[in-house]
């Protein structure tokens, strides 16, 4: 929420501005702002709390920060090996390498682990992607999950209501079972909100072992017949039904 000190101060943030020019999200901007990678009019600056207009010159290693393109979407079907981060240390394949070269820059809303499928939403919007992966959005996020182990009632149960798994409180995950053979299972599983591996350390902790996870809807955006490694922009018709940008 916009303090009423900060209403009267024209322009916006420095870090909003830079994620909504599609260079990175948010918190990365505040993180490059506090290493001194950014300059304002000639100026380095060390502090997000700093307010530009458009007649501001921004740059971010000698980079000049052009306008602040349209805000996109695009729904992407990740395919299991690859990491959902700019850059691994460990230099492994990444989403945003396999990406069509045409592409601007995108950030992910939220993210699927490296044994993880299924739909990702990317954006040039740093700020759209934040606020997308709030809760407060009240999206569900539906998956398929194959898992190897004997399911009970007292789990889905359990699940529902909110499990504690190491100490952390997990929010309410629906599990429906899809199908059975033997100890193999596939389910349906919903969630509000995402924690880091959040499934697979649930299904862990009931002594489940995950085999395959794959993501077939982020709120109202649904992975439908989309092939493995397929991207699709959402129309902007469609993106302002959806979205309040």
């Known amino acids: 929420m916009t303090k009423p000190d900060e209403a009267k101060i024209p322009g916006?943030?420095?870090?909003k501005r830079m994620a909504r020019a599609g260079l990175c999200s948010r918190r990365e901007?505040?993180?490059?702002?506090?290493?001194?990678?950014?300059?304002?009019?000639?100026?380095?600056?060390?502090?997000p709390a700093l307010n530009v207009t458009e007649t501001d010159l921004i740059e971010v290693n000698g980079q000049t920060v052009g306008a602040k393109e349209p805000t996109s979407l695009w729904l992407y079907h990740k395919p299991a090996g690859l990491m959902t981060t700019h850059k691994d240390?460990?230099?492994r394949p990444t989403v945003f390498e396999r990406l069509p070269k045409a592409m601007p820059r995108v950030v992910s809303v939220g993210r699927l682990d490296i044994n993880s499928e299924g739909l990702l939403l990317l954006t040039n919007d740093?700020?759209?992607?934040?606020k997308l992966e709030l809760?407060?959005?009240g999206w569900i996020?539906?998956?398929r999950v194959r898992a190897y182990g004997g399911i009970t009632e007292s789990m889905i149960t359990e699940a529902k209501q909110g499990a504690i798994v190491e100490g952390v409180q997990y929010g309410s995950v629906e599990i429906v079972l899809e199908s059975q053979k033997g100890n193999n299972?596939?389910?349906?599983?919903?969630?509000s909100e995402g924690k880091n591996r959040e499934i697979r350390r649930i299904?862990?902790?009931y002594g489940l072992q995950v085999s395959r996870l794959i993501r077939v809807s982020y709120g109202p955006f649904q992975l439908g017949a989309m092939h493995s490694g397929e991207v699709k922009e959402v129309t902007g018709k469609q993106l302002r039904s959806f979205i309040t940008l």
């Open 89 to 91: 240390p460990e230099g």
């Open 135 to 137: 809760p407060s959005t």
């Open 29 to 47: 901007a505040e993180s490059w702002i506090e290493m001194g990678k950014v300059k304002v009019n000639g100026k380095k600056i060390t502090s």
């Open 185 to 191: 299972s596939w389910l349906q599983v919903s969630l």
């Open 141 to 143: 996020r539906r998956y």
């Open 12 to 15: 916006e943030r420095i870090a």
């Open 126 to 130: 740093g700020t759209l992607a934040r």
């Open 203 to 205: 299904f862990e902790h």
